[in-house]
């Protein structure tokens, strides 16, 4: 199973970016697909999950109105739309799949029931 994350970047406090995961190796349209993020210094958080071709969506309290999760299973794909960016969103941004019972916990664990993980990509945001 690999997850490969693409889209961060460095962008001004209000911008946006497309977070994207690639996922290959299993079959992702049964289980939970989130991001998670950690910052320096912090312990990683739950940001988004979703499963059930994107019909179920958990959002961590911190990005709720500003984050969107959203799912492409013909293309193994999971995206993290990031709008109106706050400097306290700089981080390494994760893709992780776990089963589907996992995604509840995603906006409020650290990712301890995600079975695989990508190497994440790092997003900066300046004020």
């Known amino acids: 199973v690999q997850l490969v994350e693409s889209g961060g970047g460095s962008v001004q406090a209000g911008g946006s970016l497309r977070l994207s995961c690639a996922a290959s190796g299993d079959t992702f349209s049964n289980k939970c697909m989130g991001w998670f993020r950690q910052a320096p210094g912090k312990e990683r958080e739950g940001v988004a999950g979703t499963y059930g071709y994107g019909g179920s969506t958990f959002y961590a309290d911190s990005v709720k109105g500003r984050f969107t999760i959203s799912q492409d299973n013909a293309n193994n794909m999971v995206y993290l739309q990031m709008n109106n960016l706050k400097p306290e969103d700089t981080a390494m941004y994760y893709c992780?799949?776990?089963?589907?019972?996992?995604?509840?916990?995603?906006?409020?664990?650290?990712?301890?029931?995600?079975?695989?993980w990508g190497k994440g990509t790092l997003v900066t945001i300046s004020s």
């Open positions: 992780a799949a776990g089963p589907r019972f996992a995604c509840r916990t995603v906006p409020t664990g650290t990712g301890d029931g995600m079975d695989y």
